[in-house]
Structures are given as structure tokens and as C-alpha cells.
């Protein structure tokens, strides 16, 4: 009789244990969905702008040999000067040029000896000396380009560089541009969350990606988390930027 008793206790104990278990199972379950960090959905969102260069900046110059260090300095100075009166007479003012350093440097020459070896030797000096002309004129630069084209056909130590046609409100452009991505990258996400039947709940970071400035036909379509490019050689431009955006879903 007692031996039946001791079997009949442990196993209400055991019932009892069983219980306890499940309950603490579901209590726990209860918890961790509770505390269970909500799911995220990451975007890229694009704007693209057709943007026309307002401004240009122009490099020209002088490259002059000399026997010596004075002879190459004297002579670039003479050409210098007659450069700045080109300038001047097409019509560009003093704040519109800037006169960079002049460069004095030996000249070193290849020859070849008598053996018919390949060397190098001293042979006077070389002076360099650029201006620079920055202008929003962008038709008087793109004329006096033409001008100083025919000009270096009479004297060759004349030099000059192709205008590099720039925007000069880059950073409202910018700001513009990330509006729209972001527009763009929460319709995505919208999309994104609607096939998978939650709600885009919180942003939850944000970074700038890819800023091209690219030329207007070009057909490059860089979507990278990083980088740029910034093509100077067209007034015609086209402005793409790429922002990266993580949502919460609900």
C-alpha cells in the first residue's frame, strides 16, 4: 500500500514538473517575441538632373628655351606679357585672370653618341608661366580659344590647355538631388514592403553614394556606395546621385 502511494506522488510530481515546463516555455516564448528587433528593408533611391555649366576656366601659357637662366627668364617675361595682351584685347578684365609662378628648369636632351648609345645631356634652360582666365562669358572663352589657336601658328611659344566648363552652385544641385533620392528610395522601399505585405515603418540611416557629374549623353550608370566623377570638357551636363536609405518594416 505504501509502495503504491510513493509511485502515485512521483507521478504527480512528474505531471506537475511537465506543467511547469510548458508554461515556462510559453512565458519565455512570449518574451523573446516581444523583445525581437523588428525586420529592416535597405534602398537605393536615384535622382538624375540636366544641368548647364554657368562658368569656365581656362589655362594658357608660355614655353620658352634659353642658353642660360637669365636668357630663358628674360624671354618668357617678353612672352608673358604679350600674352596678357592678347587676353586683354578679348575682352576679359583684370579680375577675370590670375597669373601663376614662373617656372625656371634645365633642359635635358637625349642624344646619341658615337657608339650609337642613347644619352642625356644639359642644354640650357626651359621657362614656363601659365595664366589662368576664369570667366561666365562662356562664348567669349570658347572664341578666344579659336583666336589663340590661329595665334600659336605664328608663334609657337604660345601653350594652352581646353576650357574646363564647371557648375558653380554644386552644393544647391546637391542638396536638390538627395531630396529627390530620397523620394525615389522611399517609393522603392514602399514597393518592396507592399509585395511582401508589411508596412516601411522609421528611417533608420542614410548615406550619399555615387555623385557623378557626367556629360550629358553620356550612358554611364554608376549606382556604387562611393566615388564620383566630374566631367569638365562639355557645358551640357548630366547630374546623378545615389543615396543608400535603411527602413524599418513593420
Known sequence: MAENTGKSSWLVLGMLLAVGMVAAAFVLGTQFKNFRQPGTITVKGLAEAAHQSD?????????????????????????????QAFVTQ????ATDVRSNPLKIE????????EEGH????????????????SSRDLPRIQKALAALQNLKAQNEAYTFEQPQYLLS???TIKRDLIAQATADAQVRAEE???????KVGMM?????????ILSATSTDNDDSDYGGTYNKDT?????????TIEYGID
Open 90 to 93: 578679348q575682352g576679359f578684365v
Open 55 to 83: 562658368m569656365a576656366e581656362w589655362q594658357v601659357g608660355v614655353s620658352v628655351w634659353g642658353e642660360d637662366y637669365g636668357a630663358a627668364m628674360k624671354r618668357a617675361q617678353g612672352e608673358i606679357k604679350s600674352l
Open 204 to 212: 533608420r540611416s542614410a548615406s550619399q553614394g555615387a555623385f557623378n
Open 235 to 243: 557645358i551640357d551636363k548630366k547630374v546623378r546621385l545615389v543615396v
Open 192 to 198: 518592396f514592403a507592399k509585395s511582401g505585405n508589411t
Open 169 to 171: 552652385n554644386l552644393e
Open 106 to 113: 634645365r633642359y635635358r636632351e637625349e642624344y646619341r653618341d
Open 118 to 133: 642613347y644619352r642625356t645631356r644639359d642644354n640650357g634652360y626651359t621657362a614656363k608661366q601659365t595664366l589662368t582666365v
